[in-house]
Every structure is written in structure tokens, then in C-alpha cells.
């Protein structure tokens, strides 16, 4: 199985802040990523995906890099709005796998 | 407007059964694959099973290999997980999402939580 690894798991930062969250996946999976975000006791939503595509509707202060096995999600500018938990997850081979999430936090 | 809300869930005993059901709307059914998510209590998200857009492929993750069943009617606008033998480890918030034609899990319902205990 393909193990995908975030860094960091917890984060604390300010609105305005310029945040960055790694993935980095334990074989090449290309560019067969997508990031999550979560809320509580809310369902995922999805925010990336093949690693750097913006999913429709979500705001452009998101971006996502890399391919292979190393992967980034950015933040240019932390809204009240994002502070949540997100997931990567490589969808390149069964069984899909997700990170163990990253938990980003008002400072 | 895309719709999937689950239901079916609630407390069973180990080694029990239970039959999840996704009712899906606002989209043709039939032109996606469709997937099964769980979240175990303050824990992280786990991929479930996967089933292909008529029925005839079906992919699992081996902690429910050969005791959950996933499956669907198109006709019904419906996906279902058929999970039996039934374990603690089992108890969780089980998500149906759509897979999207590049982009992996696009849209998810709100869950319906699975609790095994006696």
C-alpha cells in the first residue's frame, strides 16, 4: 500500500498568514493527488486535485504543487474561514490512502 | 444541485450485519464511479470500496475485503454497502462520495455513523 505522510500534523497560524502543508507519498503516484478540507462534523470537500487543479468554486488563495511523491498544498493568505483540517490523498493504485491530516489552527 | 445522503446506520453487535444506502440526485448516476469513505471516531478519513459505473468492477480496502460489499442501482439512484460480520474497529462515520471523471472524491453526503458494539 501507497503511505502518505503530512507534515506538520497541527499548525498554528494568523489570518493573513501564508501557510504551506506537505504530502509526501511513501512511491510515485504522479500526479494522482487531492486535498480535503474539513470542518467538524462536516463531510470533506474537496479542494485539489491531479496535484495543482483548482476545483471549481474554490477560492484561488488555495494552490496545490508537485508530482512524484512530493506534494504541497499553500494557503497565500489565511482567512477565519479556513482554519480546519486537511487531508491529501493519492488515487493512482488501490487501495487509496489518505494522510493522516493537518490541523491548522488560530495562532 | 448534486445530492448524496446516506442512510442506514446505527448499533449493531459484533459479528452482526447492516445495509448502508446512498441516494444519489442532481447528476446521471450512471456516467460516475462511485465510493464508500469512513472516519472512525476523532480519527482520520479511510477509502472504503469503489464501484465502477454499471457494477462490474469493485475494489476494497483489506480490512473488508471478503465481509463488505458494495454495490448499486442505477435505476434506484442508489449505491449500497452491505457489511457483515461486524467489528469494533468497524465503528465509524461512513461517507458516500462520487468520483469525478479526473478528480477523485468531488462531492460527499453527510454521513451515517456505524456503531458495533455489545
Not at chain 1, 511513501?26 to 500526479?31: E, F, H, L, M, P
Not at chain 2, 447528476?27 to 450512471?30: A, H, I, N, P, S
Given at each position: 500500500d501507497i503511505q502518505m505522510t503530512q507534515s506538520p500534523s497541527t499548525l498554528s497560524a494568523s489570518v493573513g498568514d501564508r501557510v504551506t502543508i506537505s504530502c509526501r507519498a511513501?512511491?510515485?503516484?504522479?500526479?494522482w493527488l487531492a486535498w480535503y478540507q474539513q470542518k467538524p462534523g462536516r463531510a470533506p470537500k474537496l479542494l485539489i486535485y491531479k496535484a495543482s487543479n483548482l476545483e471549481i468554486g474554490?477560492?484561488?488563495r488555495f494552490s496545490g504543487s508537485g508530482s512524484g511523491t512530493e506534494f504541497t498544498l499553500t494557503i497565500s493568505s489565511l482567512q477565519p474561514d479556513d482554519f480546519s483540517t486537511y487531508f491529501c490523498q493519492q488515487y493512482?493504485?488501490?487501495p487509496w490512502t489518505f494522510g493522516q491530516g493537518t490541523k491548522v489552527e488560530i495562532k | 444541485e448534486v445530492q448524496l445522503v446516506e442512510s442506514g446506520g446505527g448499533l449493531v453487535q459484533p459479528g452482526g450485519s447492516l445495509r448502508l444506502s446512498c441516494a444519489a440526485s442532481g447528476?446521471?448516476?450512471?456516467t460516475y464511479w462511485m465510493s464508500w469513505v469512513r472516519q472512525a471516531p476523532g480519527k482520520g478519513l479511510e477509502w472504503v470500496a469503489n464501484i465502477n459505473k454499471d457494477g462490474s468492477e469493485e475494489y476494497y480496502v483489506d480490512a473488508v475485503k471478503g465481509r463488505f460489499a458494495i454495490s448499486r442501482d442505477n435505476a434506484k439512484k442508489s449505491v449500497y454497502l452491505e457489511m457483515n460480520?461486524?467489528?469494533?474497529?468497524?465503528t465509524a462515520l461512513y461517507y458516500c462520495a462520487r468520483r469525478g471523471f479526473v478528480s477523485s472524491l468531488d462531492y460527499w453526503g453527510p454521513g451515517t455513523l456505524v456503531t458495533v458494539s455489545s
Open positions: 511513501s512511491q510515485r503516484i504522479d500526479i474554490v477560492p484561488s493512482t493504485s488501490y | 447528476f446521471t448516476l450512471t460480520s461486524l467489528r469494533a474497529e468497524d
